[in-house]
């Protein structure tokens, strides 16, 4: 089984930055892509920024310059970098990633459980 832990969400002044952290865990044979998303309440999910297996990053239009999202496949590990924080950003945010277990040859997309991430004074 794969599990993806995030870390690094909690309540930060506007103007303030956050690393949000997260880890693939379990039996993996390979991580494809991973990327960021984010909740707000009563909405959908919307994608913030992805990253493939070949470190091609892209972002959400309205981000871009502020986040930046980056891997390291030896820690099977995704962060998202999160610089001059505003309210709107608020919101729980979720770590993403196609994974190759080696239970079978197939790829599995996996959510982590979300981390709040509070843009407040």
């Known amino acids: 089984q794969v599990q993806l832990v995030e870390s690094g969400g909690g309540l930060v002044q506007p103007g303030g930055s956050l690393r949000l952290s997260c880890a693939a865990s379990?039996?993996?044979?390979?991580?494809?892509?991973m990327g960021w998303y984010r909740q707000f309440p009563g909405k959908q999910r919307e994608l913030v920024a992805g990253?493939?297996?070949?470190?091609?990053?892209n972002y959400l239009a309205s981000l871009k310059g502020r986040f930046t999202i980056s891997r390291d496949d030896a820690k099977n590990s995704v962060y998202l970098q999160m610089n001059s924080l505003k309210p709107e950003d608020t919101a729980v945010y979720y770590c993403?990633?196609?994974?190759?277990?080696?239970?079978?040859?197939?790829?599995?997309?996996?959510w982590g459980q979300g981390t709040q991430v509070t843009v407040s004074s």
């Open positions: 379990g039996s993996i044979f390979s991580i494809y892509a």
């Open positions: 993403n990633a196609d994974v190759s277990p080696y239970s079978d040859n197939r790829v599995h997309n996996y």
């Open positions: 990253i493939t297996s070949g470190g091609s990053t």
